[in-house]
């Protein structure tokens, strides 16, 4: 429980509005955030075309990973799909914190590692599965996102034309 009020008292909450940018390529990302409301998206153009990388939404972290680990420059974008509310907390401070807790370092290590994996995860599905493997296995993680932000960037992170994206979303049942 220490830990627990060690880690949040370090917290500050931030709110965003629909199209605000968290991080902008080239900017290091400074903050990790804790999402409590919204949806958010990390994606980089190339060729007039938005690649999109994820999505992140409660109860997820929300940042460029190897810009915040690092302190290196992003060569992406992070930018919020609906008005979000975020805790945070400063890589400094998060540092202080792991020198103090190595409960909060293992937590974070923790963290960390479920987000390699679902990277990893998610490398598979883009080369191994069909574009209605992807979009079912899409609907079951993430069905509420659907509702909430354009197609047209479900399509891009599914690597799928939005005419098939459309054609998916009509026909197949999940």
């Known amino acids: 429980m220490a830990d627990y009020n060690l880690l949040t008292k370090n917290l500050k909450t931030k709110t965003f509005k ?11 990302q400074r903050e990790l955030y804790f999402v409590k409301s919204g949806v958010q998206m990390s994606f980089f153009d190339s060729d007039n075309k938005t690649h999109v990388i994820a999505f992140t939404y409660p109860p ?9 680990s690092f302190q290196i420059p992003s ?22 914190l792991f020198d103090r807790s190595q409960q909060i370092e293992r937590l974070f ?11 990893i995860n998610r490398h598979i599905e883009l080369h191994s599965m069909t574009i209605e493997e992807r979009y ?6 993430s069905s509420h996102l659907l509702q909430l932000i354009p197609h047209k960037y479900i399509a ?9 994206f459309s054609k998916l979303y009509n026909t197949v049942k999940f």
């Open 18 to 28: 629909k199209g605000d940018f968290i991080t902008v390529a080239e900017q290091t």
């Open 60 to 68: 997820s972290l929300c940042a460029i990973p190897e810009s915040f």
């Open 75 to 96: 060569k992406y974008f992070l930018t919020c799909l609906t008005d979000s509310e975020m805790d945070y907390i400063s890589f400094e401070e998060l540092q202080k």
């Open 109 to 119: 290590r923790r963290m960390t590692e479920a987000v390699l994996a679902g990277m």
């Open 136 to 141: 079912k296995t899409f609907c079951q993680r």
């Open 156 to 164: 891009s992170y599914l690597g799928v034309a939005p005419t098939n």
